[in-house]
Protein backbone atom coordinates (compact mmCIF):
# COMPACT_ATOMS: atom_id res chain seq x y z
CA UNK A 1 0.00 0.00 0.00
CA UNK A 2 2.81 2.19 0.65
CA UNK A 3 5.01 1.44 -2.84
CA UNK A 4 6.08 4.74 -3.85
CA UNK A 5 6.64 5.39 -7.76
CA UNK A 6 8.69 8.59 -7.15
CA UNK A 7 11.28 9.55 -4.77
CA UNK A 8 10.08 11.92 -2.42
CA UNK A 9 11.96 15.37 -2.09
CA UNK A 10 13.88 15.84 0.68
CA UNK A 11 13.05 18.36 3.71
CA UNK A 12 10.78 19.73 5.77
CA UNK A 13 7.01 21.17 4.01
CA UNK A 14 5.74 22.04 7.47
CA UNK A 15 7.28 22.97 10.75
CA UNK A 16 4.88 23.50 13.96
CA UNK A 17 7.51 25.00 17.29
CA UNK A 18 6.19 25.61 20.20
CA UNK A 19 2.55 26.50 19.64
CA UNK A 20 0.19 27.78 21.98
CA UNK A 21 -3.47 28.72 20.96
CA UNK A 22 -6.40 30.12 23.56
CA UNK A 23 -10.09 30.25 22.43
CA UNK A 24 -11.55 33.27 24.78
CA UNK A 25 -14.50 32.11 26.69
CA UNK A 26 -14.98 29.68 29.58
CA UNK A 27 -12.23 31.32 31.61
CA UNK A 28 -10.00 30.80 28.46
CA UNK A 29 -9.83 26.90 26.46
CA UNK A 30 -6.10 25.99 25.71
CA UNK A 31 -6.25 24.35 22.14
CA UNK A 32 -2.83 23.71 22.04
CA UNK A 33 0.06 23.90 24.75
CA UNK A 34 3.56 24.07 23.15
CA UNK A 35 3.10 21.94 20.67
CA UNK A 36 6.15 20.82 18.34
CA UNK A 37 5.70 18.43 15.03
CA UNK A 38 6.75 18.06 11.53
CA UNK A 39 5.66 16.64 8.57
CA UNK A 40 8.54 15.22 6.11
CA UNK A 41 7.78 16.03 2.21
CA UNK A 42 6.18 13.74 0.01
CA UNK A 43 4.82 11.46 3.50
CA UNK A 44 1.89 11.00 4.74
CA UNK A 45 0.64 12.06 8.52
CA UNK A 46 -2.29 10.84 10.86
CA UNK A 47 -3.26 13.75 13.09
CA UNK A 48 -5.52 11.79 16.08
CA UNK A 49 -6.97 12.54 19.60
CA UNK A 50 -10.32 12.36 21.62
CA UNK A 51 -12.96 15.69 20.74
CA UNK A 52 -11.19 18.92 22.10
CA UNK A 53 -7.63 17.26 22.24
CA UNK A 54 -6.68 20.23 20.00
CA UNK A 55 -6.34 18.24 16.34
CA UNK A 56 -7.80 20.42 14.36
CA UNK A 57 -6.67 23.30 15.87
CA UNK A 58 -3.21 22.35 14.61
CA UNK A 59 -4.50 21.66 11.28
CA UNK A 60 -5.86 25.24 11.11
CA UNK A 61 -2.86 27.00 12.52
CA UNK A 62 0.06 24.80 10.62
CA UNK A 63 -2.29 25.41 7.62
CA UNK A 64 -2.04 29.07 8.44
CA UNK A 65 -6.44 29.62 8.91
CA UNK A 66 -6.12 30.57 12.18
CA UNK A 67 -3.08 32.72 13.86
CA UNK A 68 -1.18 30.81 17.52
CA UNK A 69 -0.91 32.70 20.49
CA UNK A 70 2.86 32.31 20.34
CA UNK A 71 5.36 29.92 18.76
CA UNK A 72 5.91 29.45 14.73
CA UNK A 73 4.90 27.76 11.72
CA UNK A 74 7.00 27.25 8.66
CA UNK A 75 5.67 26.75 5.75
CA UNK A 76 8.23 25.41 3.05
CA UNK A 77 10.69 27.50 5.33
CA UNK A 78 8.59 30.89 5.24
CA UNK A 79 7.21 31.67 9.26
CA UNK A 80 3.97 32.61 7.98
CA UNK A 81 3.26 33.65 11.69
CA UNK A 82 4.38 37.38 10.83
CA UNK A 83 2.67 37.30 7.22
CA UNK A 84 -0.11 39.85 7.14
CA UNK A 85 -2.89 40.02 4.75
CA UNK A 86 -2.72 39.33 1.82
CA UNK A 87 0.31 38.10 1.72
CA UNK A 88 -0.93 35.16 4.53
CA UNK A 89 -3.58 34.18 1.84
CA UNK A 90 -1.03 34.11 -1.44
CA UNK A 91 1.33 31.88 0.86
CA UNK A 92 -1.79 29.81 1.37
CA UNK A 93 -2.98 29.55 -2.18
CA UNK A 94 0.51 28.51 -3.30
CA UNK A 95 1.72 26.27 -1.64
CA UNK A 96 -1.32 24.87 0.19
CA UNK A 97 -4.47 22.38 -0.28
CA UNK A 98 -7.74 21.77 1.36
CA UNK A 99 -10.11 19.15 1.46
CA UNK A 100 -12.48 18.99 3.94
CA UNK A 101 -15.40 16.47 5.15
CA UNK A 102 -18.33 18.60 3.89
CA UNK A 103 -16.44 19.42 0.48
CA UNK A 104 -16.69 23.23 0.25
CA UNK A 105 -17.65 23.21 -3.78
CA UNK A 106 -19.26 25.63 -5.06
CA UNK A 107 -22.60 24.10 -5.84
CA UNK A 108 -23.23 27.23 -8.93
CA UNK A 109 -19.86 25.74 -10.34
CA UNK A 110 -19.56 22.84 -13.00
CA UNK A 111 -16.47 20.26 -11.69
CA UNK A 112 -14.19 21.50 -13.84
CA UNK A 113 -14.34 24.82 -12.66
CA UNK A 114 -14.57 24.10 -9.17
CA UNK A 115 -11.17 22.15 -10.03
CA UNK A 116 -9.91 25.50 -11.46
CA UNK A 117 -11.12 28.06 -8.61
CA UNK A 118 -7.75 27.83 -6.03
CA UNK A 119 -6.13 28.80 -9.68
CA UNK A 120 -8.17 31.79 -10.44
CA UNK A 121 -8.42 33.35 -7.51
CA UNK A 122 -5.20 32.92 -6.90
CA UNK A 123 -4.40 35.01 -10.47
CA UNK A 124 -2.56 32.36 -11.90
CA UNK A 125 -3.27 30.67 -15.38
CA UNK A 126 -4.68 27.61 -14.23
CA UNK A 127 -2.70 24.28 -15.82
CA UNK A 128 -5.77 22.73 -17.76
CA UNK A 129 -3.63 19.59 -18.97
CA UNK A 130 -2.50 18.68 -15.44
CA UNK A 131 -6.47 19.87 -14.03
CA UNK A 132 -7.36 16.87 -16.58
CA UNK A 133 -4.44 14.03 -15.49
CA UNK A 134 -5.80 14.89 -11.85
CA UNK A 135 -9.34 14.47 -12.93
CA UNK A 136 -8.86 11.39 -14.79
CA UNK A 137 -6.56 10.09 -11.87
CA UNK A 138 -9.61 10.54 -9.34
CA UNK A 139 -11.93 9.02 -11.68
CA UNK A 140 -13.85 12.13 -12.59
CA UNK A 141 -13.62 12.21 -16.26
CA UNK A 142 -16.50 12.43 -18.26
CA UNK A 143 -17.98 14.42 -15.04
CA UNK A 144 -16.73 17.77 -16.13
CA UNK A 145 -19.87 19.98 -16.88
CA UNK A 146 -22.04 18.64 -13.60
CA UNK A 147 -22.80 20.38 -10.83
CA UNK A 148 -21.61 19.20 -7.25
CA UNK A 149 -25.36 18.72 -6.32
CA UNK A 150 -25.66 15.63 -9.06
CA UNK A 151 -22.75 14.27 -7.57
CA UNK A 152 -22.96 11.33 -4.80
CA UNK A 153 -20.75 11.93 -1.78
CA UNK A 154 -17.44 10.49 -2.76
CA UNK A 155 -17.80 12.00 -6.80
CA UNK A 156 -18.05 15.86 -4.45
CA UNK A 157 -14.98 14.53 -2.16
CA UNK A 158 -12.72 13.46 -5.26
CA UNK A 159 -13.68 17.00 -6.77
CA UNK A 160 -12.45 18.40 -3.87
CA UNK A 161 -9.22 16.35 -3.70
CA UNK A 162 -8.69 17.35 -7.18
CA UNK A 163 -9.47 20.78 -7.15
CA UNK A 164 -6.64 20.56 -3.98
CA UNK A 165 -4.25 18.61 -6.15
CA UNK A 166 -4.87 20.62 -9.49
CA UNK A 167 -2.49 23.52 -8.05
CA UNK A 168 0.12 21.05 -7.69
CA UNK A 169 0.32 22.06 -3.57
CA UNK A 170 3.66 20.91 -1.33
CA UNK A 171 0.84 19.35 1.37
CA UNK A 172 -2.70 19.41 1.48
CA UNK A 173 -4.20 19.61 5.16
CA UNK A 174 -7.47 16.84 4.87
CA UNK A 175 -10.25 17.39 7.71
CA UNK A 176 -11.98 14.25 8.54
CA UNK A 177 -12.39 13.72 4.67
CA UNK A 178 -14.01 10.30 4.62
CA UNK A 179 -16.18 11.64 8.04
CA UNK A 180 -18.85 12.00 5.73
CA UNK A 181 -18.73 9.19 3.69
CA UNK A 182 -19.53 5.36 3.64
CA UNK A 183 -17.26 2.73 4.56
CA UNK A 184 -16.64 1.58 0.96
CA UNK A 185 -16.43 5.11 -0.46
CA UNK A 186 -14.16 6.59 2.36
CA UNK A 187 -11.94 3.58 1.41
CA UNK A 188 -11.80 4.59 -2.11
CA UNK A 189 -11.27 8.18 -0.73
CA UNK A 190 -8.44 6.99 1.38
CA UNK A 191 -6.67 5.10 -1.36
CA UNK A 192 -6.54 8.32 -3.80
CA UNK A 193 -4.99 9.95 -0.77
CA UNK A 194 -2.47 7.17 -0.78
CA UNK A 195 -1.71 7.58 -4.42
CA UNK A 196 -1.61 11.03 -3.99
CA UNK A 197 1.28 10.52 -1.50
CA UNK A 198 2.90 7.88 -3.81
CA UNK A 199 2.67 9.00 -7.03
CA UNK A 200 2.66 12.05 -7.17
CA UNK A 201 4.76 13.06 -4.39
CA UNK A 202 2.15 15.45 -2.51
CA UNK A 203 2.36 15.87 1.52
CA UNK A 204 -0.82 14.94 3.68
CA UNK A 205 -1.96 16.46 7.07
CA UNK A 206 -5.02 14.89 7.80
CA UNK A 207 -7.43 14.28 10.90
CA UNK A 208 -9.48 11.87 11.70
CA UNK A 209 -11.00 10.09 14.35
CA UNK A 210 -10.93 6.82 12.42
CA UNK A 211 -8.29 4.36 13.15
CA UNK A 212 -9.09 2.56 9.86
CA UNK A 213 -8.46 5.51 7.70
CA UNK A 214 -5.62 6.15 10.04
CA UNK A 215 -4.04 2.74 8.72
CA UNK A 216 -3.44 4.86 5.32
CA UNK A 217 -0.88 6.70 6.90
CA UNK A 218 3.01 6.75 7.10
CA UNK A 219 2.69 7.99 10.24
CA UNK A 220 0.02 8.61 13.41
CA UNK A 221 0.72 11.83 15.70
CA UNK A 222 -1.89 11.66 18.94
CA UNK A 223 -3.15 14.84 21.20
CA UNK A 224 -4.65 15.05 24.47
CA UNK A 225 -5.32 18.26 26.32
CA UNK A 226 -3.72 20.62 23.42
CA UNK A 227 -0.64 18.35 23.52
CA UNK A 228 1.14 15.67 21.75
CA UNK A 229 1.00 12.59 23.56
CA UNK A 230 2.81 10.12 21.02
CA UNK A 231 3.12 9.00 17.90
CA UNK A 232 3.30 5.40 15.86
CA UNK A 233 5.28 4.64 12.46
CA UNK A 234 3.65 2.39 9.89
CA UNK A 235 0.26 2.48 12.08
CA UNK A 236 -1.82 -0.12 12.05
CA UNK A 237 -5.87 -0.11 12.75
CA UNK A 238 -5.87 -2.31 15.87
CA UNK A 239 -2.44 -0.45 17.04
CA UNK A 240 -4.06 3.32 16.43
CA UNK A 241 -7.30 1.79 18.15
CA UNK A 242 -5.20 0.71 21.04
CA UNK A 243 -2.97 4.20 21.52
CA UNK A 244 -6.75 6.09 20.80
CA UNK A 245 -8.04 3.94 24.04
CA UNK A 246 -5.04 5.09 25.80
CA UNK A 247 -5.14 8.67 24.96
CA UNK A 248 -8.61 9.14 26.05
CA UNK A 249 -8.45 7.29 29.44
CA UNK A 250 -5.01 9.05 30.69
Not at 137 to 163: F, I, K, N, Y
Not at 208 to 219: I, S
Request: charged share 25%; with cysteine.
Amino acid sequence: MRNSDVTPARGLVVEVLDVTKTYAGGGGVRALDGVSVAFEAGSFCAVMGPSGSGKSTLLHCAAGLDRPDSGRVLLAGQDIGGLREPRLTEARRQRVGFVFQSYNLMDSLSVWHNVLLPQRLAGTRPDRDWAREVMRRVGLTGREDDRPGQLSGGQRQRVALARALASRPEVIFADEPTGALDLSTGREVLGLLREAVDQIGTTIVMVTHDPTAAAWADRAVFLADGRIVTELADPTAEKVAAQMTAVTIR
